[in-house]
């Protein structure tokens, strides 16, 4: 996505500059949190935001694999403090099998065929509906929609299936549709 000349995407500087303004509680860190290690705490709270930006930003889990990581890191570094590491632990593989659903999900809409252009016409498979007057091997089909002139090297016959093979401007070649399969 690219921006007009002059903007910013929020969403970018905002993963930037969280630990550009982080720098000054880390360094206050002993007056605001009152644990004996605060780096814990601050791997966690970046784990966190890591998470929040992996669901708002296209990525496929690179930056939700990595807030996973600095949540559990931080947690194994609060381990000699008051919350439970098994506690910690389940809240990062909880964090890991959303993730690994969410990028299931993700990667069974990509492959999809193409519907549209060129490669969504070649191979289908469509009934002539009308014959050209003046010629056998041209003939009118209604494919996705619309009416196709379509040409054909053998003579076609009304209500014969044919298959598209190529097309050139608004003319589509075909071949007999058993004859094709036959063929493949």
């Given at each position: 996505?690219?921006?007009?000349?002059g903007?910013?995407?929020?969403?970018y500087?905002?993963?930037?500059?969280?630990?550009?303004?982080?720098?000054?509680?880390?360094?206050?860190?002993?007056?605001i949190?009152?644990?004996?290690?605060?780096?814990?705490?601050w791997?966690?709270?970046?784990?966190?935001?890591?998470?929040?930006?992996?669901?708002?930003?296209?990525?496929?889990?690179?930056?939700?694999?990595?807030?996973?990581?600095?949540?559990?890191?931080?947690?194994?570094?609060?381990?000699?403090?008051?919350?439970?590491?098994p506690?910690?632990?389940?809240?990062?593989?909880?964090?890991?099998?959303?993730?690994?659903?969410l990028?299931?999900?993700?990667?069974?809409?990509?492959?999809?065929?193409?519907?549209?252009g060129?490669?969504?016409?070649?191979?289908?498979?469509?009934?002539?509906?009308?014959?050209q007057?003046?010629?056998?091997?041209?003939g009118?089909v209604?494919?996705?929609?619309?009416?196709?002139?379509?040409?054909?090297?053998?003579?076609?016959?009304?209500?014969?299936?044919?298959?598209v093979?190529?097309?050139?401007?608004?003319?589509?070649?075909?071949?007999?549709?058993?004859?094709?399969?036959a063929?493949?």
């Amino acid at each position: 996505m690219t921006l007009p000349e002059g903007q910013v995407n929020t969403r970018y500087l905002l993963v930037v500059l969280l630990p550009l303004l982080s720098a000054p509680l880390y360094a206050a860190d002993t007056i605001i949190l009152l644990t004996p290690n605060p780096l814990g705490w601050w791997l966690i709270i970046f784990g966190v935001a890591f998470l929040i930006a992996e669901a708002t930003l296209p990525n496929y889990g690179v930056i939700g694999l990595g807030g996973i990581v600095l949540f559990v890191i931080g947690a194994i570094i609060l381990n000699n403090v008051d919350v439970p590491l098994p506690l910690m632990l389940g809240l990062g593989a909880l964090s890991a099998l959303l993730l690994i659903v969410l990028l299931i999900h993700a990667l069974k809409t990509r492959p999809r065929q193409t519907v549209s252009g060129d490669a969504g016409l070649l191979g289908s498979v469509a009934s002539v509906t009308r014959l050209q007057a003046d010629d056998a091997c041209g003939g009118w089909v209604m494919l996705q929609g619309e009416w196709w002139r379509v040409l054909c090297t053998t003579p076609l016959q009304s209500g014969q299936r044919v298959q598209v093979v190529a097309r050139k401007g608004l003319l589509l070649r075909v071949t007999a549709a058993d004859a094709a399969l036959a063929g493949d």
